[in-house]
Antibody, heavy 122, light 110 residues
Framework: QVQLVQSGAELEKPGASVKVSCKTS????????IHWVRQAPGQGLEWMGW????????NSAQRFQGRVTMTRDTSSNTIDMEVTSLSSDDTAIYYC???????????????WGQGTLVTVSS | QSALTQPASVSGSPGQSITISCTGT?????????VSWYQQHPGKVPKLMIY???KRPSGVSNRFSGSKSGNTASLTISGLQAEDEAHYYC??????????FGGGTKVTVL
């Protein structure tokens, strides 16, 4: 069965960086894009970006460009996302989600990770 | 960056039908049939309900349907049930390999 398992909660100080991992299983890793979505406390969903596991190509929302880096490891079927220059506004649950539309994606998120809470506080 | 506008809240009685709108522009919702809808119960992971405007994934009740007219996509829930009480989010492709979620709609079953 398809599974996306994320790394555990993180507590970071303002100005620091955080890396969240998403380990996938149950399907061919390189067949589907992976997106990142975040949700601040009590707020809505926010699309952050995607990575194509077959070639490592990425794209992100304009507001995250230069601050978010997504990478993949085809040996472990894992996607990592690093967010730099953290502020309290980055406190949120971060989700990875698989895009079910092959090969180029269609913003159809059929499987989600369990979410990783990132708290930014001094 | 464009925004997708949803009503903050919609309510209905059990058995009724409700419709949630998601309004974009001619550059996003109006240009692509890449609108999806997600249901999220408190403390839970979002669940895909509708994709490509009006397609329903396997396992999703046929009480949920999607449509689009011009720059506005809509999610209709028919035969409203208590378990439908949740937040609902639309998501659209914006072009330039980017996407966006709407602000979300809280559905209350009276």
């Amino acid at each position: 069965q398809v599974q996306l398992v994320q790394s555990g909660a993180e507590l970071e100080k303002p100005g620091a960086s955080v890396k969240v991992s998403c380990k996938t299983s149950g399907y061919i890793f390189t067949d589907y894009l992976i997106h990142w979505v975040r949700q601040a406390p009590g707020q809505g969903l926010e699309w952050m970006g995607w990575i194509n596991p077959i070639n490592g190509n990425t794209n992100s929302a304009q507001r995250f460009q230069g601050r978010v880096t997504m990478t993949r490891d085809t040996s472990s079927n894992t996607i990592d996302m690093e967010v730099t220059s953290l502020s309290s506004d980055d406190t949120a649950i971060y989700y990875c989600a698989r895009d079910s539309i092959r090969p180029h994606g269609g913003y159809v998120f059929d499987y989600w990770g369990q979410g990783t809470l990132v708290t930014v506080s001094s | 960056q464009s925004a997708l506008t949803q009503p903050a809240s919609v309510s209905g009685s059990p058995g009724q039908s409700i419709t949630i709108s998601c309004t974009g522009t001619s550059s996003d919702v109006g240009s692509y049939n890449l609108v999806s809808w997600y249901q999220q119960h408190p403390g839970k992971v979002p669940k895909l309900m509708i994709y490509e405007v009006n397609k329903r994934p396997s396992g999703v009740s046929n009480r949920f349907s999607g449509s689009k007219s011009g720059n506005t996509a809509s999610l209709t829930i028919s035969g409203l049930q208590a378990e439908d009480e949740a937040h609902y989010y639309c998501c659209s492709y914006l072009g330039s390999s980017r996407g966006m979620f709407g602000g979300g709609t809280k559905v209350t079953v009276l």
